[in-house]
């Protein structure tokens, strides 16, 4: 798939809004970005995931892990083109991301992460993080969009894409969108 084909199908869904957003942190951006409205269609969840799996085929992943909740139906939709195993990590009440539900891993796996937006990487560094109490490196890192401006750090594992975006914020006084005059827009999400 090309990333033309990805960000028609983005914007399509509303996952993908050009605008003036004022983000979860108080930034101010002229993009939105939601993935859970992209995945709310298997089928198209489905193809999607199918060409983002298509890069990881080679090292046939075993196990396919996303952080909760944005890394959950992407791990799902992987695993299944990958004809692996989906698992899911979640925060315990302290907040340490963990493996729950009797979900089991071990060195004898070869694993993939899944996450839906990678833009610090800071989940994604969490799972690693989980993953090596259990002995495993991860073989890669594979999410739907890049707007980490390869900013992430993931400690040298391998990250793939299916689509790299630019997603310039600015604090609100100094956001050139408020000064147009432009409408400001506050999606409900944290992803944004
Ligand atoms: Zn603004």
Known sequence: MQEMEIMEIFKKSGAYKQGHFRLSSGLHSGAYLQCALVLQEPVVAARLCAALAEKFRAEE?????????????????????LKARAV???????????????????????????????????????????????DVSPGGVASLVDRSGGAADLGGVRAESL?????????????PLCQEGMPLEKPGSRKI
Not at 97 to 113: A, T
């Open 61 to 81: 992943p075993d196990v396919v892990i996303g952080p909760a909740m944005g890394g959950i139906v992407l791990a799902y939709e992987l695993a299944r083109a």
């Open 88 to 134: 899911f990590s979640e925060r315990d009440e302290e907040g340490v991301m963990r493996l729950r539900r009797g979900f089991e891993i071990g060195p004898e796996n070869r694993v993939l992460i899944a996450e839906d937006v990678l833009t610090t990487g800071r989940s994604v560094k969490e799972v690693i993080k989980l993953l090596e109490a259990y």
């Open 163 to 175: 689509m790299k975006i630019d997603v310039p914020t600015f604090p609100g006084e100094d956001c």
